[in-house]
């Protein structure tokens, strides 16, 4: 039986950002002298480490992400082969981030150095996105001295289709309108999803670019691979309706307030209510597995006056008493000579702000203890392609 096309959703514009051969090229922007060397970061070939990243100078050499260190020395024995540094991966990741969000509706990590974006309703045609996408690059090379790959087109396959043919450096748009052609002569291994065993079995029904199994019929490829075809099928169409769906990270700030029955004029007991409302906020935080690195204080006046005042926290805390100090802090420094001169509290409000996890992130790389790098998230074919 035929498949019914996929439905589509409106017209949409997604992006897909990839930092190019990210923890490599982060050693060579902190060490300048690795530049235009072969770079090779990963676990250490002695001990079966397998390699993470490798720059395009150690790429001309064969060597490539998911292979063995070992192997990786045997074909570039002149490589400089490096320990990962995930905390500062992580930090210029989320600068990357952040500027990502500058630019998109909503914005979708999904490995550390990957993200999905929605481009605003008002994207269409050719050019915005175009000057969105020249735009975003500009900028991370800017601020953080990365070069990242950006693809924009219908739907989320195009997007990185479109993203991974135009590395490095890479800037691609898919026309509305010009995704079969697009897609008709792609080797079908480039797809999604599509990893060696698939390919062979594809192979094996005469079916090796793209417009090949598009050009097939639906039922067919259900028939033979199940779901998975039918899905391979919809893609090779360029149908795809996954949504870009935002990031479940930890919340910026974690805040507790009240509002008074009776206005507070005394700074004794505003600083009661500021003790138990840190204590408050440094339970939920804790709570979450949650930290954070700057108190707020909120007040509103009793002519609802908005005041907010903030304190950096000496480091990445939980606990009740530096979250409590450094509020209490505020309240008598700032809030304290204004209640002096007659002034009455509304309102109270303590936050936790600068907020990170304490769990690793779904997409972050974990280091094992025999030495191997795991990369939870990535398969093969999306490694080689990092
Ligand atoms: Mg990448």
Known sequence: MPLEPAPERGFRRVMHCDLDCF?????????????????????????????????????????????????????????????????????????????VDDFCEVREQVSIDEAYGELPPGVVGCTPAQTIATRLKARVLEETGLVISVGVGRNKSIAKLASDLSKPDGLLVVKPGAETEFLRPLPVGRLNGVGPHTREKLRAMGITTVGDLASRDGGELAAALGKHGAWLWHLARGQDDRPVIADHGPPKSVSCEDTFERDIADLDRAAEQVSRLGAEVAARVAQKRLVGRSVTLKVRWSDFRIMTRQQPLAQLTAEAEPIVAAALDLLTCEIGPLLAVGGALRLLGVGLHNIESLDAPAWAPVESASGYIQLPLFDVDEMRTA
């Open 23 to 99: 923890f490599a090229a982060v050693e060579e922007l902190d060490n300048p002298r690795l530049r235009g060397k072969p770079v090779i970061v990963g676990g250490d070939p002695d001990r079966r480490g397998v390699v993470s990243t490798a720059n395009y100078a150690a790429r001309r050499f064969g060597v490539h992400s998911a292979m063995s260190g070992a192997v990786a020395r045997r074909l570039c024995p002149g490589g400089i082969f490096l320990r990962p540094r995930f905390d500062r991966y992580r930090e210029l990741s989320r600068a990357v981030m952040a500027i």
